[in-house]
């Protein structure tokens, strides 16, 4: 009995190794968009590996939960999977992080209650697995909130945050040191809570724009929970996939604070030094505001175009009519590019996957260093719902509070339309000087009528 | 001395995972997000073991229970969306 149990137990980790390698096989392939759907497909292939190794393994006590929560999550996700519009994808993300955390939990919580503290390396692991579990579930829960609209989307703040954040950090670390000293279940407990709470504290003040990097931070703290729960359960596969998707948060996080010209620590506790929004100085200045029908003349002589979308697309769900347009333009002779910035949008990729689903090849999605040294060639370059990330003052204003963020030098092309529905600051808070550009026409209303009134004028022109 | 192995496979799956994923062009960074999602879900191998240690007490079976949901949630959603979105990325 003894040694056959070995002998699984061995055969289990053989296939587990077998599943790394094809966990490590399908984010390979997602290097290329040619072979990404084949590397899903190889990882998926391995989770299933897994799965039917672990069941194989022979501890299965009571199947009938097993089943039960098996049908219950895969209902669910299918559900969850087909119904999300992919504007919604930032809230989907951010809903499983959220819960791959607190099945980590729970996972923490059983061992605990089966096996207790067993020696410190366990009583520390299992107090580090709790604590950042606990504030992953709650950080995205609230992410979740504030990326669907259930709550306010901007930044919440309120007086005496920052120390009511401070007591609480402090409490978890007495806490830990008295639970690591000695493992008691209503330290556990309190540990648990308090950092479910403090993920909430963590989340709320911090607002729309800097919503790219919370959601790579909390992508990577998934990964690391996953991480500790493999060495509180010493499951090898655990580390090995929990350290591949920590290493993914981690490198999307420092792309998006490059991306903006900011630490990470700045935009995940900046909000409390920040309160105060710099008011917009200097004399007032007029903004050209242009006709859809002028607008369409410009548009029917330009040679090359460049579309560079923002977080205004998905909230004006413009993209079908955008490709609509890119693809008129294209019967009239214009070639036509898309430049999308890291952190346009919500989410890493948001815009890529907004256009992709509006059935734009992908070779014309252009990235902010490849678009860039091509601006000065550009006829007309469309602004649809972006603001900070082509705002020139970036480049000159030192006292700008997005100077040195790296952008998209929209301003460099022959003729810039921003579509807009009013003159109202961006995320950062702060007046876009492009839009007061001699080359600069404003085009105001909702994006997607405005670029559907667009495509309204070059289909009657084609009829004539 | 097992602290040291685990710790082993530790560092080097996290360079293995920097190396891999700084591949990964933006164009793709949302998939690559989901999939991320999809195998964290691997934490239902430990969802599964703990869900069948003990039978005996009621809170150890809602917990095992509800991992089990909440891991195949991830993996399930996960990789569908995914896949969803990969089809999505054509050239023309």
């Known amino acids: 009995m003894e040694g056959s149990s070995m002998n699984n137990e061995f055969l289990m980790n053989l296939i587990y190794i077998v599943s790394s390698v094809l966990f490590a096989f399908g984010l390979k392939f997602l290097g290329s968009p040619v072979t990404a759907r084949r590397g899903n497909m190889l990882s998926a ?8 190794a672990t069941m194989g393994q022979g501890h299965i006590i009571n199947p009938q939960w097993i089943l039960l929560g098996i049908i219950i999550g895969a209902s669910l996700g299918a559900l969850v999977a087909f119904k999300a519009a992919m504007t919604q994808m930032p809230e989907m993300i951010a809903l499983l992080h959220g819960c791959g955390a607190l099945a980590s939990v729970f996972v923490d919580w059983i061992a605990y209650r089966v096996h207790g503290a067993t020696d410190l390396t366990n009583a520390v692991t299992l107090y580090i697995s709790i604590v950042i579990g ?3 579930f709650t950080g995205s829960a609230i992410a979740w909130g504030k990326l669907s609209g259930r709550i306010s989307g901007k930044s919440i703040l309120f007086t005496g945050q920052k120390w009511l954040n401070i007591s609480i950090i402090t409490a978890i670390l007495i806490l830990g040191v008295m639970y690591i000293m000695h493992p008691a279940y209503n330290l556990f407990l309190m540990i648990l809570g308090l950092s479910c709470i403090f993920g909430v504290f963590m989340v709320i003040p911090i607002g729309g724009a800097d919503m790219p990097v919370v959601i790579s ?24 996939v929990g350290a591949l998707v920590g290493a993914n948060g981690i490198i999307l996080s420092i792309i998006m604070c ?35 029908e002028d607008a369409f003349l410009i548009l029917e002589n330009a040679k090359s175009v460049v579309i560079i979308p923002g977080y205004g697309l998905a909230v004006a769900q413009a993209q079908h009519a955008v490709r609509e347009l890119g693809e ?15 952190v346009a949008g919500r989410m890493p990729g948001h815009m890529n996957v907004l256009l992709a689903e509006a059935n734009i090849s992908y070779d014309q999605l252009l990235e902010m260093d490849a678009i860039n040294p091509l601006m000065e060639t550009v006829d007309v370059a469309i602004i649809i719902g972006a603001n900070d990330v082509v705002n020139p003052a970036s480049r000159h204003d030192k006292s700008s509070p997005i100077y040195g963020m790296p952008i998209i030098n929209a301003d460099k ?26 080359n600069c026409r404003m085009i105001f209303g909702d994006a997607k009528q405005t670029v559907q009134a667009l495509v309204a004028e070059f289909k009657s022109s084609q009829q004539h | ?48 073991i703990s869900a069948g240690v003990e039978a005996n007490s009621p809170l150890t079976i809602i917990l095992g229970t ?13 990789y569908l969306v995914t896949e969803r979105m990969l089809k999505m990325f054509r050239k023309k």
């Open chain 1, 328 to 342: 008129l333009l294209e019967k009239n002779g214009a070639d036509v590019k898309y430049a999308i910035h890291p």
């Open chain 1, 258 to 292: 490059k991306a903006m010209n900011r630490s990470i620590t700045n935009v995940l506790f900046g909000a409390f030094g920040n309160v105060v929004k710099k008011a917009a100085s200097g004399e007032k200045k007029e903004a050209k505001a242009v006709s859809v």
């Open chain 1, 413 to 438: 092309a022959k003729t810039v339309f921003v579509l807009k529905r009013s003159m109202a600051t961006g995320f950062a808070g702060i007046e876009n000087e492009l839009f007061y550009y001699d």
């Open chain 1, 217 to 240: 931070v909390l992508n990577s703290y998934s990964g690391v929970v996953a991480c500790t729960t493999g060495f509180v359960i010493h499951n090898t596969l655990l580390i090995v």
């Open chain 2, 1 to 48: 001395m097992e602290l040291i192995y685990l710790l082993f496979i530790l560092v080097l799956s996290v360079f293995l995972g920097f190396a891999l994923i700084s591949r990964v062009p933006p164009l793709l960074h949302t998939p690559l997000m989901s999939e991320a999602n999809a195998i964290c879900g691997i934490i239902i191998i430990g969802a599964l």
């Open chain 1, 45 to 52: 292939s391995g989770m299933l590996l897994a799965v039917l």
């Open chain 2, 66 to 78: 509800a991992a089990v949901a909440l891991a195949t949630f991830n993996v399930v959603g996960g």
């Open chain 1, 134 to 136: 606990g504030l992953t």
